[in-house]
Structures are given as C-alpha cells and as structure tokens.
C-alpha cells in the first residue's frame, strides 16, 4: 500500500492553474524527488499535502486515510521550508524540541529525543544557539531534525537546500539521503536541480505546467525521457527542430533515425552533450567550434552548425584529452549514435 | 583624517544637535519650575522648590494624574488585546481584511476631532445611553482613535519577523492557533507591541480635545487641569512645568525601560514602510 497517494489534486490560483489533475503515490520509505521549473507547482503540491491550503478538487491520502480537508496540525507530516522558518526566538535545541513540546511529550522523554536528534546531525555544540548565531547549513539540519522530532510518517522537503553553496549543498544532499535511510520516512524532495533529484531520490517525477510529465527511476528517467518536456530538462540535451523527409529524420551525415508512428511533417530530436561525436579525419556533419569550457575531466564545445538551412548552437561533452588538440574557429565533424537520439512529434 | 573618521564626526554632530533640541525645551520647562521669578534675565533673578511642593501636594492635581495613567494604561490594555489578536487575524489567516483595518487606521486622522467626538455620542446615545459622560466610554472613545499606532507598529513588526512563515512553520509541527500565538508569534513581536504601545499611552495621556467632549470637567485628567492653569483666573504656570516635566519624565523612564528591557528592535511604524517590506 502506498504511503501518500494523490487522486487528480487541481488547484487554481484565479486563473493560474497552478496543479492540473495529479496524481501520485508513493510507497513508504521511499523518497520522491519533485523536479521542475520554477512557478510549474512544486511548492503548490507540497503544501497541499501538509494542509497549508486546501486543493480545489482531488482526494489525498497518508497511510491509506483521507487527509484532504483535515488541519496542518493533525496530519502525520513534518516540513522543511525553503527560508528553513526557524523560530528566532529559541535557540536550536528548544526549535527541534518545540513539535513535542505542542504535543505534551513528557519532559524527560523530549529531552533524550532531542539530544539524539542534535547528535544525528552533530549540532551538540551549537545546541543552546539562537538561528542567527549558526550557519546556514546548521540552521538547515536544524529545520530538518525538527520536521523529524515528532517521527512523521511524512516528511516534505521544499529546495530544502537552494540557499546554501556548493559545497556545502552537496554534503548535506548526501546527509539528507543517509538520514532518510536511517530512519525511513516516506519523503517528498522538491527541487529544481536535476542532478540533486537523480543523486537523491528512488524515483523522480518530472514537473511542468502543474502536471506530472514523467515518474521513473533516476537511470531510466536519464536514458529514456517520456515527453520533449522531460528531454530538454532532465540531462540539458541539445533539441533541434528537425523536418521529416521520406520517413526519416538526419542532420546531415551525423545521425538518421526514424520518427515514431503518426509524427507530422516536423519532429524534435533531442540528444545529450556527452553523446556527441567529435571525428577530426573529414567525416561526420561539420561544425564549427566557437567556445572550448574546461569542466574538469570533461571539455564542453560550443559547435555552430547548419540544420535544415539555419544556424544553430551544439553542444557536445568531450574528454579534455581530447579537447585539448581542437583549435576554436576550425571545422569538426560530428556524430550521433542513433540509439542515443530521442524523437517526439511537434505539439499542437 | 582618515576617511571612516569624518562621517563619525558628522554623526556626533548630528546626533548632539538633535540632542540639544530635543532637550532645550524640558530644560527651560525645569528652570521655569524651579525659578523663583523669570522675565527679563536669560536666567531667573532665584530658585525655589515651593512650586514643586504645591503641586505634588494639591490633591486636585494628584488626582488628574493618577486618572490619567489610570486611562491611558487601560487604553494601551484594551488595544493590545483586540489589535494583536486581529491583526495576527488580518496578515496570517485573511489578508483580504486587511485593506479594512488599513481604512480603518486612517480615519482617526482624517476627520475631525468634532466629528469623532460627535460622532461617538451618537453611537452611544444610540446603542448605549448609560455610558454617556462615564469614564468607560472615554476608555473605549480612546481605545478606537489611538488603535492605529498599535496596528502600525505590530503589523510592521509581524512582516519583519516573517510571522506568516513562523506561524506555518509551527502548525506544521503540531501546534495549535493559541499555541503559536503565545509561543512563537508575540515573543517575535515584543518589540512591535511595546513601540507601539508606548505612542498609544503617550497620546492618550495628552488627549484634550474628546475628553473635553465626552465628559468635560467630570473628568478631570491632566491636560484638562493645564487647560484651567492655564486661565488667567488660576494663573498657576510653575506648577503647568511641575506636571508637565513630571508627565514627560514618566513617559521616557517608561519607554526606557520598556526598550532596553525587552531588547526591542526599532521598527518601521509608518504606514509606507510597509510599502517596501518584503513578501514571500
Ligand atoms: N498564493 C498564490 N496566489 C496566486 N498565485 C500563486 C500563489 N502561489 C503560487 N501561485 C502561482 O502558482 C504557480 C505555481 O507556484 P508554486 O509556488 O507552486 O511554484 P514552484 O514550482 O514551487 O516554483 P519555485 O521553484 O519558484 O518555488 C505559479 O504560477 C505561481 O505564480
Ligand atoms: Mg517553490
């Protein structure tokens, strides 16, 4: 049985229609990433399920019970917010202990939950800080043990960690998945990064216009995108419009594949950086390299080339062993193995 | 001269120019006090205590004082508890209410003092007849025309400490609508309701113009005993700069101690401030 289901949820906002009939579910102990654009109704979801407002149509469910129309306050739930809403009014240790405390959980029991929760994201020493005298990143495990304390059956994270740099992002992505296994709270992620959804979730639903365009497993949702929506967003491809010429769409002598069944007269195609070829020896479709970004163990080239009589930009993803030997302003050949090329029909 | 320096320079001047003005006129208020005769001199030909004595020793006096704290603490009580309660109603759960407690802040300045007292006995002689010429309708008379202060204050001080995201924060966590009143929204607001409180005590306590209106001399608070000190017949100017030095002292040892007691921010009271706050 799923832990938290979603029956065709909508909800306007006069007339932005912020969720388009979604529907969800999500097994318990499993984490959910929810990717998408800004303003697609990610934070909208989420706060329907807490109960922050009331969907206009649609059923939710938590362990199998109709929450729809119950308060914040009763639902199984615990949320971390994107400013974190820490109370400046208590330092970190009575901000985790607060959720019991409204519970009139016995004072020696709040006391040992709240000392294993500060020892779970080692903030002892901070403990009797106030919000402001700690970092960003302490004052986001803070929010997050504090979700935690009352033991939730659902924990909802909203870009829990967008205000925070790089670095210390990714330590706490990988601490947010440690803690989620540990104690295995069914866990909504929103985020607009795509890579912090693959590298933290069991399965990633892909947001857009308040719908949900694809749910898969991280590699599946990589390799295979349902929808063009999807392609573009979910491994930043490259997306040409392509025309389809007896049964076939090329870009030159770089790839051909077939269209699937009923496409149009026009198709997009979608392919990743790393999947382009780069051939030196005069074959493949030329392009001309404009801009050589060293990322590291990989080079990107920025590669100008014609398609279907206009210019237009390529990216491709190369070793910078490689890369090293190009020159900016000279022609390449390029190649894509059609297995890599994604084809969908143009809409409407 | 390093550059730091000079706008430090600048700033204390500023400051003790603002200083001097603000203290000037109490300072000249106490001198007149003290002094035994003052007229011609830059300062007074003598100085005596025996106006300081008459008036703290005439009942009359005593007794509009004591009836004014009495009034205008009662004031500040009433408004507190209606105005936080509502304006936590107003920004949190239904910010369409709002735009009618922004009209309704504006109009104690808009109309005439007239027209309010006018229009209060009215509304009184209408709905309530026993409370015509009683202390408690000058209660309430008050608590309705300084409410804005409060509102301004504690509405500024809700946007500054982010109270719709608290207040969310805590029900996710369990609480309920008193609990996150008690616990998280007023102790994030101290500094809103005590600034604000302050000017409501303040200008209750000055109040002239209703209380002459709404209950006259049966009343007699302190500006309507200055009002008759004031009146060649009483002629009893030393012991006006006894009670108004005394007034002013009350007021700045009470807000002194209030500000630095509850480690009050500043908060921005006027109603444009808002105008630049951020919102989610
Ligand atoms: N209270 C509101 N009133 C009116 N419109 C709203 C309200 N909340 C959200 N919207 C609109 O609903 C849509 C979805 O908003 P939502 O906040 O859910 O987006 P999001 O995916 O969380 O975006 P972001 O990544 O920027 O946080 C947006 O178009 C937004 O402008
Ligand atoms: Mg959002």
């Given amino acids: 049985m799923s832990e938290i289901v979603l029956r065709d949820v909508t909800k306007y906002f006069g007339s932005v229609h912020a969720l388009d009939g979604i529907s969800l579910e999500v097994a318990p102990g499993e984490l959910v990433a929810l990717l998408g654009p800004s303003g697609c109704g990610k934070t909208t979801l989420l706060r329907s399920v807490a109960g922050l407002l009331q969907p206009d149509s649609g059923q939710i469910l938590i362990g199998g019970k109709d929450v729809t129309g119950m308060p914040t306050r009763e639902r199984p739930i615990g949320m971390v917010s994107q400013s974190y809403a820490l109370f400046p009014n208590m330092t970190l240790r009575n901000n985790i202990a607060f959720p019991l405390v409204v519970r009139n959980v016995p004072a020696s029991e709040i006391t040992r939950r709240v000392s294993e929760l500060l020892d779970l994201v080692q903030l002892d020493a901070q403990a009797d800080r106030y919000p402001k005298q700690v970092s960003a990143g302490q004052q986001q495990r803070t929010a997050l043990v504090r979700a935690l304390a009352p033991q939730p059956d659902v924990l909802l994270l909203d870009e829990p960690l967008s205000a925070l740099d790089a670095l210390v992002r990714h330590q706490l992505r990988d601490e947010i998945r440690r803690i989620q296994q540990a104690v295995r709270t069914t866990t909504i992620f929103v985020t607009h990064d795509q890579s912090e959804a693959m590298a933290i979730a069991d399965r990633v639903a892909v947001m857009h216009r308040g719908r949900i365009e694809q749910i898969a497993r991280p590699p599946e949702l990589y390799d295979r995108p349902g929808t063009p929506f999807s392609a573009a967003f979910v491994g930043s491809r490259n997306a040409l419009e392509l025309p389809v010429r007896d049964g076939q769409v090329s870009l030159g002598s770089a790839f051909a594949v077939r269209p699937p069944a009923g496409s149009g007269i026009r198709v997009v195609i979608f392919f990743r950086p790393e999947d382009v070829e780069i051939i030196t020896d005069g074959r493949g479709h030329p392009a001309t390299l404009e801009v050589k970004i060293f990322l590291g163990a990989t080079t990107r080239l920025h590669l100008v080339t014609d398609v279907d009589g206009k210019q237009a930009r390529i990216y491709a993803d190369v070793p910078s062993r490689q890369a090293a030997s190009l020159e900016p302003g000279s022609t390449l050949g390029i190649r894509v193995d059609p297995a890599n090329v994604r084809v969908f029909s143009v809409e409407g | ?280």
């Fill in chain 2, 1 to 280: 001269m390093s550059a730091a320096r000079l706008p430090r320079i600048l700033s204390s001047v500023m400051f003790g120019a603002l200083a001097l003005y603000l203290i000037l006129p109490m300072l000249a208020v106490l001198i007149y006090s003290l002094a035994r005769r003052w007229t011609a001199t830059i300062l007074p030909d003598g100085y005596t205590v025996q106006y300081w004595i008459s008036a703290l020793q005439d009942p009359r006096l005593f007794g509009a004082f004591v009836r004014s704290v009495v009034l205008a603490g009662a004031t500040v009580a009433i408004d507190v508890l209606v105005v936080v309660p509502a304006t936590y109603w107003a920004y949190v759960r239904n910010r369409r209410i709002r735009i009618i407690a922004e009209m309704a802040a504006v109009v104690p300045f808009a109309l005439p003092w007239v027209a309010i007292a006018f229009g209060i006995l009215l509304l009184s002689g209408r709905f309530a007849p026993a409370l015509l010429g009683t202390p408690l309708l000058l209660m309430l008379a008050y608590a309705a025309v300084h409410f804005p202060f409060l509102y301004w204050a504690v509405d500024g001080a809700m946007a500054a400490a982010d109270v719709v995201a608290l207040s969310e924060a805590a029900e996710t966590c369990g609480a309920t609508p008193l609990q996150i009143i008690r616990r998280v929204v007023v102790p994030n607001i101290t500094g809103g309701v005590v600034s604000g409180g302050i000017l409501v005590f303040a200008s209750s306590f000055g109040e002239f113009a209703l209380v002459q209106m709404l209950v006259g001399g049966s009343f007699e608070t302190v500006p309507l005993w200055s009002a008759d000190a004031l009146r060649a017949t009483l002629g009893k100017f030393p012991e006006l700069a006894v009670i108004t030095f005394t007034t002013f002292m009350v007021l700045f040892v009470l807000s002194a101690i209030l500000v630095f007691g509850t480690g009050a921010q500043t908060i921005r009271l006027l109603p444009g401030a808002r105008a630049v706050e951020q919102r989610r």
